[in-house]
């Protein structure tokens, strides 16, 4: 029970404060934002899809998005006046060359001072 009366499920609170991870079958890249557009083909990582996303896309082809306007923060890729919706993450270089000891995810936010999360028994390693 809650201090203030109320029940709580086992589990339940922890699970809505975990943010879920979004990723690209291509590329190494893992985003938190459900609002993020990421392009499969030249794997940036954009704010949304009608501002960053759009603005990258010249006559059906990837432009750098440094070229057409576009600045950095957090690993996305933000028109002026955008803010980043979360942060993006990368698989460390042990994981994606599927070293033993399994890789863990590196923020790219250098602002974040959480301890790495330890994984859970039983659960398999990707």
Same mark, same amino acid.
């Given at each position: 029970?809650?201090?203030?009366?109320?029940?709580?499920?086992?589990?339940?609170?922890?699970?809505?404060?975990?943010?879920?991870?979004?990723?690209?079958?291509?590329?190494?890249?893992?985003?938190?934002?459900?609002?993020?557009?990421?392009? #499969? /083909?030249?794997? &940036?990582?954009? %704010? *949304?899809?009608?501002? !960053?996303?759009? @603005?990258?896309?010249? +006559?059906?082809?990837?432009?750098?998005?440094?070229?057409?306007?576009?600045?950095?923060?957090?690993?996305?890729?933000?028109?002026?006046?955008?803010?980043?919706?979360?942060?993006?993450? #990368? /698989?460390?270089? &042990?994981?994606? %060359? *599927?070293?033993?000891? !399994?890789?863990? @995810?590196?923020?790219? +936010?250098?602002?974040?001072?959480?301890?790495?999360?330890?994984?859970?028994?039983?659960?398999?390693?990707?």
């Amino acid at each position: 029970m809650r201090a203030g009366g109320g029940l709580i499920m086992a589990g339940r609170d922890i699970d809505y404060e975990r943010p879920m991870l979004i990723s690209c079958g291509g590329c190494d890249v893992r985003w938190t934002a459900l609002t993020a557009a990421h392009c #499969r /083909a030249c794997h &940036a990582t954009f %704010a *949304g899809t009608t501002s !960053g996303f759009d @603005a990258h896309r010249v +006559n059906g082809r990837c432009e750098p998005p440094p070229r057409v306007g576009l600045r950095e923060d957090r690993g996305y890729w933000l028109v002026d006046g955008e803010r980043p919706p979360g942060r993006t993450l #990368r /698989a460390s270089p &042990a994981a994606r %060359a *599927g070293a033993s000891g !399994g890789g863990q @995810a590196r923020s790219n +936010n250098h602002d974040s001072h959480r301890p790495p999360s330890r994984p859970r028994a039983g659960v398999p390693r990707a």
